[in-house]
């Protein structure tokens, strides 16, 4: 039996069981311990985190949605990196939430040669969440806008103020996030594969909350299980995500077009039956974004992603 057609007969008793089915699938917890990487080591350099604010009048792609907001963004260098140079880098969505533990892991990673070096820019939403919101407008939308947003005014202003020469090949540019800053990483990469290809993604909303509605996509991010990753000849993408076994909306049916943890599975399966690179980890006992889990994973979850087996 299909595992999406499972998990529709079945529902969430069968997910856990389902979950390790594909052949790049695997199941974790329920109890987790943080990975030594999250914890800074002796002999791995810090590195720099410089920040500045936005204000929504600076910018003509979201100029504010609801009115007047600021927008935090933090820049994380490592040591290793030489100015002017070339450099890979990773887009964080709702940044302040992951500078931390994102710097930690990259200065032991970067330290141990076991990603490449690498600057982390760190973007905070506009504000609000779901439909109708400056955030649910960011990242539930399936359209290349996100990513214009960041190509014309964030890097630029990053890479004059601190000198930074972002690489330009695609496989040297990765997006991350949780919940819809998740689905805001694909979406990233779907739109825009020849400027990002590695997705990191924790418990992705690749649900029914884009806003406002499109009849292209009427179905919002439910619509790339549902359709586009199946109809659309495969993309150069490489995709590691994550969800909790009590994800948000866990025992709400089909009709719902909002139960995660059905989404992320179904995801997971036509990524798997398209062939494309991803690594799917399904979590016992976890809940969204579960602060347990990514302490646990973040750590690998960045090597498998930067590698390329």
């Known amino acids: 039996m299909p595992r999406s057609l499972a998990c529709l007969l079945l529902g969430s008793l069968a997910l856990t069981a389902l979950a390790a089915s594909g052949p790049h699938d695997?199941?974790?917890?329920?109890?987790?311990?943080?990975?030594?990487?999250?914890?800074?080591?002796?002999?791995?350099?810090?590195?720099?985190?410089?920040?500045?604010?936005?204000?929504?009048?600076?910018?003509?792609?979201?100029?504010?949605?609801?009115?007047?907001?600021?927008?935090?963004?933090?820049?994380?260098?490592?040591?290793?990196y030489v100015a002017g140079t070339p450099v890979p880098f990773i887009i964080v969505t709702d940044g302040p939430w992951y500078t931390k533990r994102v710097a930690t892991a990259l200065d032991n990673l970067i330290a141990e040669k076991r990603v490449p070096v690498q600057v982390a820019v760190f973007v905070q939403s506009g504000g609000g969440d779901g439909k109708g919101s400056q955030r649910g407008l960011e990242y539930d939308t399936l359209s290349g806008k996100y990513t214009d947003f960041i190509e014309t005014e964030i890097l630029p202003r990053i890479a004059k103020d601190y000198k930074i020469n972002f690489s330009k090949n695609p496989s040297d540019r990765a997006a991350m996030g949780g919940s819809s800053g998740a689905a805001c990483a694909f979406t990233m990469a779907?739109?825009?594969?020849?400027?990002?290809?590695?997705?990191?993604?924790?418990?992705?909303?690749?649900?029914?909350?884009?806003?406002?509605?499109?009849?292209?996509?009427?179905?919002?991010?439910?619509?790339?299980?549902?359709?586009?990753?199946?109809?659309?000849?495969?993309?150069?993408?490489?995709?590691?995500?994550?969800?909790?076994?009590?994800?948000?909306?866990?025992?709400?049916?089909?009709?719902?077009?909002?139960?995660?943890?059905?989404?992320?599975?179904?995801m997971a399966d036509v990524l798997a039956k398209k062939g494309y690179a991803y690594k799917y980890v399904f979590c016992k006992g976890a809940g969204h974004v579960d602060g347990k889990a990514v302490g646990q994973t973040l750590p690998a979850a960045l090597e498998w992603l930067w590698s390329n087996q």
């Open 26 to 80: 695997s199941v974790i917890g329920p109890d987790y311990q943080a990975a030594p990487e999250m914890t800074a080591k002796p002999g791995a350099a810090k590195g720099v985190i410089h920040d500045f604010t936005i204000d929504a009048t600076e910018s003509k792609i979201y100029p504010g949605l609801n009115g007047p907001y600021k927008r935090k963004v933090q820049v994380y260098v490592p040591v290793q």
């Open 190 to 266: 779907w739109y825009h594969p020849e400027l990002y290809r590695r997705v990191l993604s924790y418990s992705g909303t690749f649900v029914d909350q884009q806003s406002p509605f499109d009849p292209k996509t009427p179905h919002g991010a439910w619509e790339y299980h549902e359709n586009l990753i199946m109809k659309t000849e495969r993309k150069p993408l490489r995709i590691w995500m994550q969800v909790g076994e009590k994800d948000n909306g866990w025992n709400k049916d089909e009709a719902s077009l909002h139960n995660w943890v059905m989404a992320n599975e179904r």
